[in-house]
Nanobody, 115 residues
């Protein structure tokens, strides 16, 4: 079993930036994917971004060009840098990890974009 702990959520104005971080309780060096999903009020959870063991990245169309994802294998962390935030980015953001025989989710961190 893996534990994922997110941090970095908060309230920001439209156009602002936030950086989310997720710390894993296991080595992430060989995990298949580690990334982020989000759930906006009244909506289903949706994919945001992920990064693979080979540092290949994927992004949802809605955040492509505004968000970046990176990982630190030494610290077992994955970060989501969110720039040019929009009100529609308001959601609870969840860290996700997929490895051999393991699927893990964090508890979520709230991001609110509001003027």
């Amino acid at each position: 079993q893996v534990q994922l702990v997110e941090s970095g959520g908060g309230v920001v104005k439209p156009g602002g930036s936030l950086r989310l971080s997720c710390a894993a309780s296991i080595s992430i060096r060989n995990v298949y994917h580690m990334g982020w999903y989000r759930r906006a009020p009244g909506k289903e959870r949706e994919f945001v971004a992920d990064i693979s063991s080979t540092d290949s990245t994927r992004f949802a169309d809605s955040v492509n060009g505004r968000f970046t994802i990176s990982k630190d294998n030494a610290k077992n962390t994955v970060d989501l840098q969110m720039n040019s935030l929009k009100t529609e980015d308001t959601a609870v953001y969840y860290c996700n990890l997929i490895a051999s025989g393991i699927v893990g989710w964090g508890q979520g961190t709230q991001v609110t974009v509001s003027s």
